[in-house]
């Protein structure tokens, strides 16, 4: 059922094996619905993924990210990954850094494995120190930040939907479509407009997880406001 007026619409933490064309053809064609998608990965090695207890292998989830791209051209893909887990080797750090490379996700999460009283998990043997996770995330963070950056680049000059949140100095504050609330970056706007809003800016720096936009014109840049507001 549809809602007239509805504008945005973001799924996020969809299992992988909940991603089915049919759900892949909506995000595709229902202008509502944002090019965006929240699937929790986990880890790219095929040793822990096993560990982990998760039902895809390594060569599973690249087939997976290859449909939804070949579906949805021009989605903004996250995910959340977990370094740490026991067992985890240095060797399967580096895949999973080859593997953002190779994916080339716009968002991501990286947590490190913590134990957990009662589970499985925690009594297994190999148990990463702390030092090591920590380090661990850090490099896997800097792999993703150079991802990141580089999309961030790719939009500069290109024209964006965008929501305003709020203002900060001069400038105001929003997302856009394929920013999710809390958990990605933001968009600096120039120009006239006020939370609530929803309008159309012209990309003109990026940074690494951050834009900055200017809006098109003054009031023609809004596109919808809410009820209540002229």
Known sequence: ??????????????????????????????????????????????????????????????????????AVPGIALRSSFIVGFPGESEDDVAALCDFLQEAEFERIGVFTYSNEEGTAAATLPDQVPERVKRARRARVMETQARVAARHAAAQVGTIVEALVESSRGRSLVGRTRTQAPK?????????????????RARVTEARVYDLHARLLGNSPGVIDRPPGRA
């Open 183 to 199: 958990i990605d970056g933001t968009i600096m706007l120039d120009g006239d407009a006020a939370p609530g809003d929803l309008v």
């Open 1 to 70: 059922m549809r809602v007239p007026s509805l504008r945005w619409l973001r799924l996020l933490y969809a299992y992988p094996s909940s991603v089915t064309d049919e759900l892949l053809e909506v995000v595709a064609t229902e202008p509502a619905v944002c090019p965006y998608l929240d699937m929790p990965l986990q880890h790219i090695s095929d040793r822990m993924l096993r560990a982990m207890r998760r039902e895809r292998s390594g060569a599973a989830i690249r087939r997976l990210v290859a449909r939804v791209r070949r």
